[in-house]
T-cell receptor, first 114, second 112 residues
Framework: ETGVTQTPRHLVMGMTNKKSLKCEQH?????MYWYKQSAKKPLELMFV???????ENNSVPSRFSPECPNSSHLFLHLHTLQPEDSALYLC?????????????FGPGTRLTVT | AQSVTQLGSHVSVSEGALVLLRCNYSSSVPPYLFWYVQYPNQGLQLLLK??????LVKGINGFEAEFKKSETSFHLTKPSAHMSDAAEYFC??????????FGGGTRLMVKP
């Protein structure tokens, strides 16, 4: 595997379910991000982890719970979601402290909440 | 604070025509600017970036962008559109740390 991978690519869940999204980066980076991309809305930054510590949480509802067990893996645990949470969830990584500021994105998980 | 405005949420061009996607930014510090492309059902892919140095930046797939400080702009261009360029394009500016602020995106449609 190369770059940033995300699983599953598609997920349908009911409002009472619990599921998790997984992201893995194979780039040796030390920062990871979760974004939400909804139709007709700008890309929304949800969480940022740098050196495995959460450094930003943009007022995301508690039904979304991130976990970063090491610098290569990032999870987003989901529970009791709402239909408006249906979106494409994108993971990204970057190298904090380098002169290269770009983020590298995974293909995303298309989430549908029924 | 940093912000990005992309003028035109949809742009349509004919195959072979010039592509021009507009991006204006505001930044309280010297900006680092990026263009990303997103094809259907995929993540964002970096097209090009400006950090310092030469103001005309060349990227992948024949795209380039010019940083104009006086106009606070970073417009994306390609001399001749190809059908495969149809996608959504995002301009972004770096803010604190390694975080990026994205524009709302521009969907490029290419007509045969």
């Amino acid at each position: 595997e190369t770059g940033v991978t995300q699983t599953p690519r598609h997920l349908v869940m009911g409002m009472t379910n619990k599921k998790s999204l997984k992201c893995e980066q194979h780039l040796g980076h030390n920062a990871m991000y979760w974004y939400k991309q909804s139709a007709k809305k700008p890309l929304e930054l949800m969480f940022v982890y740098s050196l495995e510590e959460r450094v930003e949480n943009n007022s995301v509802p508690s039904r979304f719970s991130p976990e970063c067990p090491n610098s290569s893996h990032l999870f987003l645990h989901l529970h009791t979601l709402q239909p408006e949470d249906s979106a494409l969830y994108l993971c990204a990584s970057s190298q904090e402290g380098s002169s290269y500021y770009e983020q590298y994105f995974g293909p995303g998980t298309r989430l549908t909440v029924t | 604070a940093q912000s990005v405005t992309q003028l035109g949420s949809h742009v349509s061009v004919s195959e072979g025509a010039l592509v021009l996607l507009r991006c204006n930014y505001s930044s309280s510090v010297p900006p680092y600017l990026f263009w990303y492309v997103q094809y259907p059902n995929q993540g964002l892919q970096l097209l090009l970036k400006y950090t310092t140095g030469a103001t005309l930046v060349k990227g992948i797939n024949g795209f380039e962008a010019e940083f104009k400080k006086s106009e606070t702009s970073f417009h994306l261009t390609k001399p001749s559109a190809h059908m495969s360029d149809a996608a959504e394009y995002f301009c972004a500016v770096r803010r604190a740390g390694n975080m990026l602020t994205f524009g709302g995106g521009t969907r490029l449609m290419v007509k045969p």
